[in-house]
């Protein structure tokens, strides 16, 4: 007796060739809605779903496939001579194969459709059927991705459909389901606002195979989020060779730093310029146009930006390209590029060059941890500062208080223990990622001799435990301190800033980055 298949697709890509071919193979097609109609106008024999079921569909199509003749079909165990029974009893044929994707619930989503139609874009009859295949995969292929219709047509015709095959394209069937699933929990969790639910289902779809990991003797995979509809990482690559693990992380951690710039509209008329290396801001300079905020940013430090990459929310123009090109770098992301600077940047062979989306407003506000089998999860860092508070004698003066918002947006993206000393919108020195305080300005001041720090701002992401921060800056005439304050020592440090004529500002916001 000649098998048969059941097809009910939303994507009729090479369908109609996929079903002569099976047809050539000797099977019997049976199908349903607009798969059937287009399979009839291509000159194909396939059955009506209503024909095998003898139910014709109800509810504006919400019931056709969900029949005991249908999952009868696909579920009875062929080994079992009890299912074998009931099946003859119920005048049940078998069905063989399913071949099924799903309504396009997703599309519809990133085409901010209504709430009612995104609804009626909720399959029920697919899912089912394809679960109801995979549980059965010792005995019904399951066919759920239109790059496999060749291969599985080659496997029947070589007589090597085995159960090794038979159970992988029930493992993409399965994975399939459970992301489309994801991404409907994620919608009717949003609706309700349930940012953190019992279940937190969250779904990736693969997106490249990268050089390498971490380190090359790594495997590494970039991963895309469909449910979110634009992401900061959506760049196009105009030169250069493909991006490792290690470049997007650290890309990553630039777009972060220019996005906060590019959120506030105090900046505006101003461009950001970030230099990165692994993943911390090494220099960061605001400028009038991108070459300005380039020179700042490298002169910020010109050692720490070898081989690291730099991110513009600004237009590349020639003379930034000519003195970009002066160093290696890794990466130059920005909004565009003139066609003279391409022109000069992809001289560089090993330079990539992106062109990047609008920065402004694309994250789902969400920060997660992978803990080997657990997950640490947490609202991202989008506060600058609860207030601003003046606790010296000494009062900030307008750039002062300049340099300390524009500090703080920096140094909140920096690994903690963290110091950063800026001056008129450029970093000159930044401390990062050590286990005392002190150690973390001394690691600035001690790596930038060469820098005048008289008049410069210093920003901490966490309190001072004691005054000695206060008292080296003083050592190097920095005029003030911004930082969280919480301390049960902060009276001394307000001390040791009103005895050097140093402001001291308190934010009420603690920055840690881990």
């Known amino acids: ?59 504006d199509g919400r019931v056709k496939t969900l029949h005991p003749k249908i999952h009868g079909g696909l579920l009875y165990k062929r080994d079992n001579q009890n299912h074998i029974d009931t099946i003859k009893e119920n005048d049940i044929e078998s069905i063989d194969m399913v071949v099924c994707n799903l309504y396009n619930f997703e599309k519809c989503l990133l085409d901010d459709k209504s709430h009612d139609e995104l609804v009626e874009n909720i399959d029920i009859g697919g899912p089912s059927m394809i679960r109801s295949a995979s549980k059965n995969y010792k005995d019904v292929l399951v066919v759920t991705d239109i790059n496999d219709y060749d291969e599985v047509i080659n496997k029947i015709k070589d007589n090597q459909i085995d159960i090794n095959y038979k159970k992988k394209l029930a493992a993409k069937a399965f994975t399939l389901t459970a992301h489309y699933d994801s991404i409907i929990s994620n919608y009717f969790n949003d609706e309700i606002e349930e940012k953190y639910p019992k279940y937190m289902n969250l779904t990736f779809e693969k997106e490249d195979e990268l050089r390498y990991g971490e380190n090359p003797h790594q495997k590494g995979y970039l991963y895309k989020e469909n449910y979110q509809k634009q992401r900061v990482l959506d760049f196009e690559i105009l030169w250069g060779k493909k991006l490792s693990f290690n470049n997007i992380n650290d890309l990553m951690g630039g777009l972060e730093i220019a996005r906060e710039f590019c959120e506030d509209n105090s900046y505006d008329d101003q461009v950001v310029a970030v230099g990165i290396k692994h993943t911390n801001p090494c220099g960061v300079g605001i400028g009038a146009n991108s070459f300005d905020a380039y020179k700042k940013m490298y002169e910020a430090d010109k050692t720490s930006i070898f081989g ?13 390209a000519k003195m970009m090109n002066e160093i290696f ?38 920060d997660f941890k992978y803990l080997d089998g657990k997950i640490l999860a947490q609202d991202k860092n989008d506060k600058d500062y609860e207030d601003l508070k003046v606790v010296t004698k000494r009062e900030p003066n307008k750039q002062d208080l300049e340099d300390m918002k524009f500090g703080m947006k920096i140094l909140k993206h920096a690994k903690s223990n963290a110091i950063a000393l800026v001056k008129n919108g450029q970093t000159l020195a930044i401390g990062l990622g050590q286990t005392s305080r002190i150690w973390a300005l001394k690691n600035a001041l001690e790596n930038n001799t060469d820098k005048d720090f008289k008049d410069a701002i210093l920003i901490s992401d966490a309190y001072f435990p004691f005054d000695d921060c206060v008292k080296l800056a003083a050592e190097h005439q920095i ?36």
Do not use: W
Request: with cysteine.
């Open 1 to 59: 007796m000649a098998k048969r298949a059941l097809i009910s697709v939303t994507d009729k890509t090479n369908i109609v060739e996929f079903a002569k071919r099976l047809e050539s193979l000797d099977y019997e097609i049976i199908s349903t809605g607009n798969t059937y109609r287009i399979l009839k106008e291509n000159n194909l024999n396939p059955l009506r779903i209503d024909e095998v079921t003898g139910s014709k569909e109800i509810l």
């Open 308 to 320: 690291g990459i730099v991110v513009i929310n600004d237009v590349i123009d020639k003379d930034s």
């Open 329 to 366: 770098l890794e990466i130059v992301a920005a909004y565009d590029f003139t066609d003279e600077a391409l022109e000069i940047l992809k001289t560089k062979k090993n330079l990539r060059i992106l062109k990047l989306n609008d920065l402004k407003n694309k994250s789902r506000k969400y």
């Open 479 to 514: 005029a003030g301190v911004i930082q969280p304050g919480g301390s049960i020592r902060d009276k001394d440090s307000i001390k040791a800033c009103d005895d050097n004529n140093i402001s001291m500002v308190f934010t009420n916001t603690r920055h840690f980055k881990h």
